[in-house]
């Protein structure tokens, strides 16, 4: 896969399935980089790395979702007819994996065999408290401290920091601006993982319903926000089941 787009995690020697993954604002395709034991092996992960990120980190952030998505639909699109894919996103990631659905079937391109949205409540009922993007460094800084996503190092880091904070911006950018116009539930099977210790109300989770027309799977996972890093066992086992099922689905019948 030569797209800066795509991060090859696990490549196994066969592939049923490939699991696409989004990370959280502020986070990059490293987010992901122990998953591929911690999945099937007949599952194929690859994260997303956009611009501003990681080894993309001196180009040109996106400024919003639309941007993100036309960059990851052109970047998967030659690989959407190799086999059944999934999308897992965490947070911003959720919502990124949410619109892509959306332009993908607007596109008449195929559709993910599953959604996983983990972290993150209903697009139209985020309560952004302040417009965290246009902080001052000091605010945004300490604004990142707060969330807890972020390693201290990184923050108590200021060169690092005059180098990622553009990116780290941009990241909030988009789920600021963003602003949710879809008419039409997306028919996905999806399932919706959120931490019993996030701040993310019930019924911010639970709106998820209003926009998928089959009834989504709700798993609730011990921690909070940034259950990805502290619960990623959990996680990844729950996940492991729902790409195994969802395997046996789409698999051919036999002659």
């Known amino acids: ?101 959306h332009a993908l079937r607007a596109r008449g391109l195929p559709a993910p065999t599953h959604l996983n949205l983990s972290a993150s409540p209903a697009p139209w009922t985020r309560k952004p408290e302040r417009n965290c993007a246009h902080l001052d460094d000091a605010g945004f800084i300490e604004h990142l401290r707060e969330l807890d996503g972020t390693p201290p190092g990184v923050l108590d880091n200021a060169e690092l920091l005059e180098i990622l904070l553009p990116g780290l911006r941009a990241d909030f950018s988009l789920g600021e601006t963003y602003r949710y116009a879809h008419p039409a539930k997306l028919d996905v099977p999806t399932t919706v993982f959120h931490g019993e210790e996030d701040a993310i109300e019930a019924g911010q989770i639970e709106a998820w319903q209003e926009a998928i027309a089959p009834r989504i799977r709700m798993e609730p996972i011990a921690g909070g926000h940034f259950f990805v890093h502290s619960h990623a066992e959990r996680l990844t086992g729950l996940l492991s089941r729902q790409l195994q099922r969802d395997i046996a689905r789409t698999m051919p019948s036999p002659a």
Not at 27 to 41: D, E, I, K, Q
């Open 1 to 101: 896969m030569k797209n800066p787009w795509l991060v090859p995690i696990s490549i196994g020697p066969f592939t049923d399935h490939r699991l696409f993954c989004f990370p959280y604002a502020g986070g990059s395709a490293h987010v992901f980089r122990t998953w591929g034991p911690l999945l099937p092996p007949a599952v194929d992960v690859i994260a997303i790395q956009s611009p501003g990120k990681g080894s993309r980190l001196i180009e040109r952030p996106c400024q919003t979702v639309e941007e993100v998505v036309d960059g990851v639909v052109d970047a998967i699109e030659p690989y959407l007819d190799e086999c059944p894919f999934s999308f897992f996103g965490h947070s911003n990631g959720a919502l990124i994996a949410f619109e892509l659905s």
